[in-house]
């Protein structure tokens, strides 16, 4: 009996324990909209593509999961396979070459030629002042202008050009390992390059079809030439003004003319002194500019002297990748004449560099050379007249 009161007195004496708070409520959230539900008539695949309503973030910035939808993805598309080369070398296969064919119908004659080994400039007397030297053949008797800082215009028919009065033509005749300046020619003095008169940089350096130093070659076209000879004197102003002398110095190259025309710079030696060195070569022939590009190989197969000596026959001139057939493929751009069609035909599936150089083969010469003709020693692209 005493227990139970004492327990009911404790009792009334400890204090109430306080209620526990409400549960927070978020009244500044819109409630969560229900998902879409998209009306889907039979035979409609997948539903309409609907962007979802704008809805409540979440702490982590994720959007609400949303229902399951069937997204249709094309298929990725089939890659194309190259074509099948054999595996070379180094793993790579080769670009496709192309293969142009050329058949030599008929081979220009240059009747005049400078050889560009002996181009040279001789120092005089005056400080500054050099000749201009080199040797040259002609087989048709010609006549030799130089100019200095010229511009040739190729839409005029080559005319050139000077700042100054250019020297007087001196005149040759038909004969090899002709030297200029000629010494019994008063005139050939006059054909110096002056390098105080003119800025270094314009003796250098060409730029917009201005070249430092044109050398230009003139002789009468073999046809001109046999007409006039064979037409009496006085007949008329065809065999009269058929002449290398009524052409003015630099005029337009008619079609009757044929010529060689040479592109030089200046530059410095080892030693100092100054030099000449051909940027390029063109011919003029029957009205139409060539440039002169030289075929590595050609030259090594061309008949010593016998004229009923053919081409195959010459030691010396088999493909370098077979060594049994006569070369007559040259590579391009390097120039190199060092295959048979058929090695070239095999090479270009194999690889693209040339057997030489290794240089990249962007595509192939064919030349068929008939017997009893002379390779020429030069192939000539044609340039803008």
């Known amino acids: ?53 704008p809805g409540p973030y979440f702490g982590n910035n994720q959007l609400p999961p949303q229902p399951y939808q069937v997204i249709y993805r094309p298929p990725p598309p089939v890659p194309v396979q190259p074509p099948h080369y054999l595996q070379q070398q180094f793993g790579q296969p080769p670009r496709p070459v192309q293969t142009q ?3 030599t119908t008929a081979t220009i004659r240059n009747q005049v030629n400078l050889n560009k080994q002996t181009l040279a400039l001789q120092p005089t007397s005056q400080p500054g002042v050099y000749n201009i030297s080199f040797k040259f053949d002609a087989s048709a008797p010609c006549r030799v202008t130089t100019f200095v800082c010229a511009r040739e215009d190729v839409r005029r028919s ?83 003004g058929r002449s290398l002398e009524s052409l003015e110095v630099g005029c337009e190259l008619p079609s009757w003319v044929q010529a060689q025309t040479t592109y030089a710079q200046l530059v410095k030696e080892d030693d100092g ?10 011919i003029w022939v029957k009205g139409v500019a060539y440039e002169l590009k030289e075929i590595y190989g050609m030259e090594a197969g061309k008949p010593s002297g016998n004229a009923d000596e053919s081409f195959e026959d010459v030691d010396g001139n088999e493909c370098v990748i ?20 058929g090695c070239a035909s095999a090479l270009k599936t194999q690889t693209n560099k040339c057997p030489i150089c290794r240089n990249e083969i ?8 008939k017997n009893n003709h002379v390779a020429p020693a030069a192939a ?3 340039a803008p007249a």
């Not at 007195?9 to 998902?35: E, H, I, M, T």
């Not at 079809?209 to 064979?230: F, H, K, M, Q, W």
């Not at 595509?363 to 050379?369: D, F, Q």
């Open 158 to 240: 080559c005319k050139i050009t000077s700042p100054s009065p250019p020297a007087p033509a001196v005149s040759y005749p038909k004969g090899l390992s002709h030297a200029f300046p000629s010494p019994s020619a008063a005139t050939s003095s006059a054909h110096v390059v002056n390098t105080m008169q003119f800025p270094a940089r314009d003796l250098t350096t060409p730029s917009n079809e201005s070249y430092p130093v044109i050398i230009r070659l003139e002789s009468l076209y073999e046809d001109a030439a046999a007409a006039g000879t064979a037409a009496a004197p006085g007949s008329g102003p065809s065999s009269a």
């Open 101 to 103: 064919e050329c058949q």
């Open 1 to 53: 009996m005493g227990s139970s009161q004492s327990s009911e007195r404790a009792r009334r004496q400890r204090p109430a324990q306080p209620a526990p708070p409400p549960p927070p409520v978020y009244s500044n959230l819109p409630p969560y909209a229900p998902p879409p539900v998209y009306p889907t008539a039979p035979g409609q695949f997948p539903p309409p593509q609907v962007p979802p309503p």
């Open 322 to 341: 077979c060594m049994s057939a006569p070369r007559d493929t040259t590579a391009l751009p390097c120039r190199h004449m060092c295959m048979c069609h």
């Open 273 to 282: 002194a100054w030099g000449l060195r051909v940027i390029k070569q063109k």
């Open 380 to 382: 000539g692209s044609q």
């Open 362 to 369: 962007e595509s192939l010469l064919h030349i068929k050379i």
